[in-house]
């Protein structure tokens, strides 16, 4: 399935509000390693071991500041919409809680767009309805015996309209027929000036 143009969807707003909410410097881009990306198959802390599926989405784990010095979104990072929804589903997992956001706005095929933000603490006040500016909760704290390091998952998927959405979880959202996972990066990367600065580490 295509993903949304820019005319239907600011893809910079979610860099932006991310930013904005949290005083950071200027973003100039986000850092990845390998396993971190959309379908990778690796761990990205621990790349000699394989993932269970291919990645449901984007680790976003590091960035740029403006002076191109990386640096990581430490836990009680706020995490902002990526636009206007409506709260309809969570759940714990592994590192935290995960959140699922309805896009009405959005619809394909008898399918409508949702945004999935996962190994956070969810805002405990949070309205159930949100829009792009809206504090969805913040990145978890992890144990000090996680291997795992504090990061924001970010899923989009298309999701057929009759799927009761309390029925999913981490388990079986990968396989499931009624879902059409999709690239987070093509909702979170407008212009070509972002563009030139997401970075592959090897």
Same mark, same amino acid.
């Given at each position: 399935?295509?993903?949304?143009?820019?005319?239907?969807?600011?893809?910079?707003?979610?860099?932006?509000?991310?930013?904005?909410?949290?005083?950071?410097?200027?973003?100039?881009?986000?850092?990845?390693?390998?396993?971190?990306?959309?379908?990778?198959?690796?761990?990205?802390?621990?790349?000699?071991?394989?993932?269970?599926?291919?990645?449901?989405g984007v680790d976003l784990v590091y960035y740029l500041n403006n002076t191109g010095k990386q640096h990581f979104f430490p836990p009680g990072t706020l995490i902002p919409a990526i636009t206007d929804g409506i709260?309809?589903?969570?759940?714990?997992?592994?590192?935290?809680?995960?959140?699922?956001?309805?896009?009405?706005?959005?619809?394909?095929? %008898?399918?409508?767009?949702?945004? $999935?933000?996962?190994?956070? @603490?969810?805002? #405990?006040? =949070?309205?159930?309805?949100? &829009?792009?500016?809206?504090?969805?909760?913040?990145?978890?704290?992890?144990?000090?015996? %996680?291997?795992?390091?504090?990061? $924001?998952?970010?899923?989009? @998927?298309?999701? #057929?309209? =009759?799927?009761?959405?309390? &029925?999913?979880?981490?388990?079986?959202?990968?396989?499931?027929?009624?879902?059409?996972?999709?690239?987070?990066?093509?909702?979170?990367?407008?212009?070509?000036?972002?563009?030139?600065?997401?970075?592959?580490?090897?």
């Amino acid at each position: 399935m295509s993903f949304l143009t820019n005319s239907q969807l600011d893809k910079d707003s979610f860099l932006r509000s991310l930013q904005d909410c949290n005083n950071l410097d200027t973003l100039q881009g986000w850092v990845f390693h390998d396993g971190m990306h959309f379908s990778d198959s690796c761990q990205w802390w621990n790349k000699t071991k394989k993932r269970l599926h291919p990645h449901e989405g984007v680790d976003l784990v590091y960035y740029l500041n403006n002076t191109g010095k990386q640096h990581f979104f430490p836990p009680g990072t706020l995490i902002p919409a990526i636009t206007d929804g409506i709260v309809v589903h969570d759940h714990q997992d592994f590192l935290g809680q995960t959140l699922y956001i309805q896009h009405e706005q959005f619809q394909q095929n %008898s399918k409508t767009l949702y945004s $999935l933000y996962a190994h956070i @603490a969810i805002n #405990d006040k =949070l309205p159930e309805r949100v &829009t792009k500016h809206s504090h969805l909760g913040v990145i978890a704290e992890v144990s000090d015996s %996680s291997p795992v390091p504090p990061h $924001l998952h970010l899923s989009m @998927a298309w999701i #057929d309209n =009759l799927l009761k959405i309390n &029925t999913i979880n981490w388990n079986n959202i990968a396989d499931h027929e009624s879902i059409c996972l999709l690239d987070p990066m093509n909702f979170i990367t407008g212009s070509p000036q972002r563009m030139q600065h997401f970075l592959v580490c090897k």
